[in-house]
């Protein structure tokens, strides 16, 4: 399913939201999110290629960060180590999953940002990221069926009408998919992740006019 629609958003406005994005390994419910895009603007852009956009940064940074940063740690006798309990203890960093969600919370709150994103998984540790609408529910059984493919489609929401693109999320680090498969939240039906499995969904929305 892909949409031709244009996008209010301006190609100079993406490109100020790509500058600050920032991602991880989880993320936070944004179901029922209602940012309001730019307005109109003399040169548009489909709204799946502006999800593709945004979404290839988020990727990037989340892979950067899984891998060169905590991985690495992990790996060396470091002063500094990941934990998920990082606010509370000295010496510690955010997780890969802990990250994504911080970077999706300030795109939230931010007015000016036109998209919402989140990471669900129908096997979730925080119960935030589990998915909640059908859409949701079916873009990630699509993801687990097609993994090298994306998910597209329209979604009303609140009253509001989103365009919403769905890409799988896989363990590329192995302090990703180490900790998943170690977790005490694990449920019984959780699969034993290995590298490139799919984890998870990638959810971005964008509100449409």
């Not at 244009?6 to 406005?13: E, N, Q, V, Y």
């Not at 802990?98 to 096997?123: C, D, H, I």
């Not at 449920?187 to 959810?203: A, H, Q, R, S, T």
Request: net charge negative; glycine share 6%; charged share 25%.
């Amino acid at each position: 399913m892909k949409s031709q629609t244009k996008a209010s958003l301006s190609l100079l406005g993406l490109l100020c939201l790509l500058t600050a994005t920032t991602t991880g390994c989880g993320g936070n419910t944004t179901a029922t999110a209602s940012a309001t895009p730019s307005p109109p603007a003399e040169t548009g852009i489909p709204y799946q290629k502006f999800a593709d956009a945004v979404h290839a940064v988020m990727m990037a940074d989340r892979t950067v960060y899984a891998s060169k940063v905590v991985t690495r740690l992990k790996k060396q006798d470091a002063p500094v180590t990941p934990s998920e309990y990082w606010e509370d203890e000295e010496h510690t960093i955010p997780l890969p999953a802990q990250m994504f969600r911080m970077g999706s919370e300030l795109v939230f709150e931010n007015p000016e940002a036109g998209f919402t994103y989140a990471l669900k998984s129908k096997w979730p540790l925080n119960e935030q990221n589990r998915p909640k609408s059908d859409f949701e529910i079916q873009a990630l059984d699509y993801l687990v069926e097609h993994p090298d493919e994306n998910f597209y489609g329209e979604e009303e929401l609140g009253g509001e009408k989103y365009f919403v693109a769905a890409y799988a999320d896989k363990a590329v680090a192995e302090a990703c998919w180490s900790c998943h498969n170690d977790h005490g939240n694990r449920e019984d039906n959780y699969p034993e992740f290995v590298k490139d499995d799919v984890m998870g969904g990638v959810i971005v929305r964008v509100p449409m006019q």
